[in-house]
C-alpha cells in the first residue's frame, strides 16, 4: 500500500501530544462491517458506509473502498459514462491508475497517493477506467471514492476540478514518529491540507505503526468517523477494536484516538485508516442512483435533464466504453444510498 510515503517521518512535522487532560475524547458509537459488491463495470468495492444513519454521516453520502484487488491480465475495469449532479466525488488512488474523462472537457490520469475532487454541481457526465496498459498487464488496483454533499446554495454551482498530487498532500507525523498523516482536506493540529470544499470537512490517510497510538485534535462541530483500510487496531477511550473494512462512528467531543495491534498480518504489516469528518449540513437529502438533491422534484428534473441531454457532451475522442443512453440512472452506480 504505497500511497505517499516518506524514508524518515521524523523529518516531517510533528503534530504535538494531545494530553488526555484536555479536551474530551469522542467515544465510539458503533462499529459496522462494510459488506462486498461490484461496481461500475465489474470491479470490487466494499460499501463502507452500509448500515449507517445518514445524520451519523452527514455531510457525507457515500464511501466505497475500491479493491484491494491484484488483477490478472485483461482483468481490470472501470465504469461507463454516467452522470452526477448535487455532490462532490473525491477519488483516493492508493494503488494503481485510473483515468478520467468528462463531458465539460475536463480529465486526467490519477496514480499513487493521488485524488481527484469533483464537484459535479448542476450536472456532468463522466468516466472513470484503467488506462489500457493497465488492462493488458494487470497489476494492484486500490482506492476510495468518497461522496460528500454540497449545501442547497451550491448544488447548481458549474462544475470544476481539483486534481491534487500525492506530493501536494501535508505529511505530518505523531509527536513519537509512530503515524503517518496524509493530511488531504481540511486542518489538523494548525495544520492544512490541499483540497478546497464547499462543505467544510477533514479528510486524512493515517499509517500506524504495530503497537503506535494516536490522538488527534478535532472540531466539535465536525462529526468523526474512521474507516480501517488494512490491518488491526482499536479505537476511542474504551480501546474497542477494530479491523480491515470496518467502519466507526465517534461521538461527541474535540479530540479522537486510535492505535494499532502490536502484531499485525504478514501482508498487512501496518493499520491503515482513514479518518474523516465535516461540518453537518442539516438538509433535506433525496437520494436517487447518482442525484443527491433536497427534494423529490429536483430529482425528477435531475432525470429528465439527463434523458435531454443537458448534462453536456461526450467528447468526439472518447474512451472506449459504452455512451451514457446504455445507463438507467435509477441502476447507475446502484446501491448508493441507504
Known sequence: MPAVTVDNVLALPRIPRVD????????????????????????????????????????????DQMGEVDYAPGEPKGTPWHPHRGFETVTYIIDGTFDHQDSHGGGGRITNGDTQWMTAGAGILHIEAPPESLVISGGLFHGIQLWVNLPRANKWNTPRYQDIRGREATLLTSDDGGALVRLIAGDVAGYAGPGSTFTPITLTHVT????????????????????????????????????????????????????????????????????????????????????????????????EDFQAGRFGQIPAREMPHRHPTDVDPSTAEEDKGQ
Open 20 to 63: 488526555a487532560t484536555v479536551g474530551t475524547d469522542r467515544p465510539v458509537r458503533s462499529v459496522t462491517t462494510a459488506p462486498s459488491g461490484f461496481e461500475g463495470e465489474g470491479f470490487p468495492v466494499r460499501r463502507a458506509f452500509a448500515g449507517v444513519d445518514m445524520l451519523d454521516l452527514d455531510p457525507f453520502i457515500h464511501m
Open 208 to 303: 500506524l505503526t504495530p503497537g503506535a497510538q494516536l490522538r488527534l485534535p478535532w472540531r466539535a462541530e465536525f462529526n468523526a468517523l474512521a474507516y480501517v483500510l488494512a490491518g488491526r487496531g482499536s479505537i476511542g477511550p474504551d480501546r474497542r477494536p477494530i479491523r480491515t473494512g470496518q467502519l466507526a462512528v465517534y461521538g461527541a467531543g474535540d479530540a479522537i484516538s486510535v492505535a494499532a495491534d502490536l502484531r499485525q498480518d504478514a501482508h498487512t504489516p501496518t493499520l491503515e485508516v482513514l479518518l474523516l469528518g465535516g461540518q453537518p449540513i442539516r438538509e433535506p437529502v433525496v437520494h436517487y442512483g447518482p442525484f443527491v438533491m433536497n427534494t423529490k422534484a429536483e430529482i425528477l428534473t435531475a432525470v
